[in-house]
């Protein structure tokens, strides 16, 4: 697996516009809708000094209509301000979901390799936290930052027409003001990359722990977990601390800043009226001006933190998205047509690290319909020769082919249509047991579904549900035994017919009733297939078309049962081990 993201460059927002593109026609209008509400302050400011120069004259009918008629300004501009919050929400969410349906898309198209090496819970995190973070920052941006930005503008340059030495006198803090924010916004970055981190390794060792309970118990290791979990949420807790002790600082330095500019502006304000420079309700507008800036300078120091904050998951996603995909089509690759089933490994060599491996100089040919069993110990190389076979991985060295067609020259999802597994460890989804049989298929015919569970043994028990076929399965097949899930991968794998069939160790979790059951249907299921059977229990290969033993890499041994111990080598001598 490749990346292309250098972990030392942050990722800009910029990465997000074609994101932005197929909402260009909402952010615009919403764009619309903050220029009104914008245009509004300078409005306002205007009625605020005509209305504080009514004030005390005596003059009720004018202080009744400026009040009037400041109090329909301010409702077309909360309505103008509906407009641009209900349109950015609806642009944000849409980005929000595109974003999340294409990382997931692309989780889907990464090769085995990677979610080998990767944590569930992080992967979950990111999918699910970052996202929304980023859609919510999306949306702040355009209706909060943007406003509040543009509001400065506006009120400020109504400001400086009213009286540019006072603004300048007010705004010299500015500068101080605009780089402690800044500093601040780069620190809690570090800090919210940290916490976010805690956070997947928090939901990485919860996945971890709550998929295997039952084993956490078995061992009493409750309290080694406890203090696990202990530990990484102290680690995290102190990175939120970190950022939240940056805030109680920011916050009332900025806001002392902003007091003296405030004290300044009274002072400056009664010389300017004393000199005649300013008249008293040019004053009242300037001081309501100054009122109208409190508020989109608070949010700006808050939207900037939150900007940085929200940055370290712009990064993670994107750091997602460039991780390439190794096991690629073809630009011309064509369509695998219906295969007889002739499998080809021509001196094939793989390894999963350099200078380590799994597989050297391997030839194989197995013809249409036979079963081949692969015997051997743990880390011969007996799944890695089936992998090759799925496009999990490429070799080094060497070609696979089936029925003479290089498999790395057809695409992989007409490749994996005519292959089916039933694997030792059962995965069954959420829903019912029929759409677990029918798995991949969005539309399926029941009676089909009926068929395959008839043939992999599956029938009877399924109908003695209340439900039948439509039983809900609980997360990971909990409310069904072992044998009954093995039926239900066996029922899936018959459904999709295919010409080529990989059995990994498929009964030996079983007990004897279940494993006598299971049998029955896999006799059923391998006719007239090519079947490929890895096994560790030698008794369920001894009907095996040809043995193969596998030892480290290469195939030492090739016979029937009897033929293999007849000749006295390494396949007797297990045999030997386990019938001994």
């Known amino acids: 697996m490749t990346s292309l993201h250098n972990p030392h460059r942050r990722a800009s927002y910029w990465l997000l516009l074609p994101y932005l593109r197929p909402q260009t026609s909402v952010i615009v209008r919403a764009f619309l809708c903050t220029i009104g509400f914008t245009l509004f302050w300078p409005i306002l400011m205007r009625l605020v000094g005509i209305l504080g120069g009514h004030i005390g004259s005596g003059n009720l009918q004018g202080l009744a209509e400026a009040a009037g008629l400041t109090a329909l300004m301010f409702l077309l501009q909360k309505i103008m301000q509906y407009g641009q919050d209900s349109l950015m929400a609806k642009a944000s969410l849409a980005i929000t979901l595109d974003l999340r349906q294409k990382v997931y898309a692309h989780l889907q198209r990464l090769n085995l390799s990677y979610f080998e090496t990767t944590q569930t819970g992080d992967l979950t995190y990111r ?328 043939i992999a043994n599956a029938h009877q028990f399924i109908s003695q549900f209340t439900q039948g076929y439509q039983t809900w399965v609980g997360e990971r097949g909990v409310n069904l035994s072992g044998g009954q899930k093995q039926r239900i991968a066996i029922a899936r794998a018959v459904l999709h017919n295919p010409r080529i069939l990989v059995l990994d160790e498929a009964t030996s979790a079983l007990d004897s009733e279940s494993e006598a059951l299971v049998q029955e249907a896999l006799e059923r299921v391998m006719s007239d297939r090519t079947v490929f059977i890895i096994a560790h229990r030698l008794a369920t290969v001894r009907r095996a078309t040809r043995i193969l033993v596998v030892e480290q890499g290469q195939i030492v041994e090739s016979g029937t049962h009897e033929e293999l111990l007849a000749q006295a080598g390494r396949y007797a001598g297990y045999y030997a081990q386990q019938f001994s």
């Open 127 to 454: 999918l699910t936290e970052d996202v929304d973070r980023i859609g919510e920052v999306v949306n702040k941006i355009f209706h909060d930052l943007v406003p509040c930005v543009l509001q400065l503008v506006v009120v400020l340059g109504y400001m400086i027409y009213l009286n540019w030495q006072l603004t300048l006198a007010t705004l010299v803090v500015a500068p101080l003001m605009a780089f402690l924010i800044g500093w601040f916004g780069e620190q809690l970055l570090k800090f919210s990359r940290r916490s976010q981190t805690g956070v997947s390794n928090i939901s990485s060792l919860l996945t971890e722990v709550f998929s295997g309970i039952r084993l956490v118990q078995a061992f009493a290791a409750e309290d080694y977990e406890i203090e696990r979990f202990r530990v990484e949420a102290e680690a995290n807790r102190q990175s939120r601390y970190a950022a939240e002790y940056l805030k109680a600082i920011q916050f009332p330095v900025i806001g002392f800043l902003y007091a003296l500019s405030v004290l300044s502006l009274l002072f400056l304000g009664g010389w300017q009226i004393a000199n005649k420079n300013l008249t008293p309700t040019e004053f009242m507008s300037y001081v309501a001006g100054v009122g109208f800036l409190i508020d989109p300078i608070s949010h700006l120091t808050i939207n900037y933190n939150e900007i940085k904050q929200v940055q370290a998951s712009v990064d993670r996603i994107f750091e997602l998205l460039a991780i390439q995909p190794t096991i690629v089509e073809q630009p011309n690759a064509k369509i695998l047509p219906v295969v007889t089933g002739r499998v080809e490994y021509h001196q094939v060599t793989f390894a999963y690290e350099a200078a380590k491996p799994v597989l050297k100089d391997l030839d194989l040919l197995v013809l249409p319909g036979e079963v081949i069993a692969l015997v051997g110990a743990s880390g011969a190389g007996k799944t890695t020769l089936v992998n090759l076979l799925f496009r999990f991985y490429d070799p080094q060295v060497g070609s696979v082919c089936i029925d003479g067609i290089n498999i790395q020259d057809v695409t992989l999802k007409s490749l994996r249509r005519q292959m089916g597994i039933v694997p030792q460890e059962t995965t069954l989804f959420s829903g019912t047991i029929a759409q677990n049989i029918a798995f991949g298929q969005a539309q399926f015919n029941l009676a089909e579904v009926e068929a395959a569970a008839k």
